[in-house]
Nanobody, 123 residues
Framework: QVQLVESGGGLVQPGHSLRLSCAAS????????MSWYRQAAGKERELVAT????????NYPDSVKGRFTISRDNAKDTVYLEMNSLKPEDTAVYFC????????????????WGQGTQVTVSS
């Protein structure tokens, strides 16, 4: 079955960096489109990075653009979220999300979530 396992969260000081990892299994990772979301206490879950489904490149909301980068290693079936210049408002549980996968020209939805990893930005 589809499984996503995040790691790399923790406590970090403002201005510092952190890299989250998400190990995927149960589907063809190299054909999949992956995203990262976060959910702060008392707030709705929000998208922070998603791979592009066309050649326009990955997408980020303005709140993290220029600071967060999504990348992948197909040999390890792992997607990463590099977070730089972290701010206290980045504190949240971060979730890996498998949007879907391509088979030829067709896109199939996976809609699978990881369990989340806590990121706390505080001095």
């Amino acid at each position: 079955q589809v499984q996503l396992v995040e790691s790399g969260g923790g406590l970090v000081q403002p201005g510092h960096s952190l890299r989250l990892s998400c190990a995927a299994s149960g589907f063809t990772f190299s054909s999949a489109v992956m995203s990262w979301y976060r959910q702060a206490a008392g707030k709705e879950r929000e998208l922070v990075a998603t791979e592009a489904r066309v050649a326009s490149g990955p997408n980020y909301p303005d709140s993290v653009k220029g600071r967060f980068t999504i990348s992948r290693d197909n040999a390890k079936d792992t997607v990463y979220l590099e977070m730089n210049s972290l701010k206290p408002e980045d504190t949240a549980v971060y979730f890996c999300y498998a949007v879907g996968y391509y088979t030829g020209p067709y896109f199939y939805t996976l809609n699978a979530w990881g369990q989340g990893t806590q990121v706390t930005v505080s001095s």
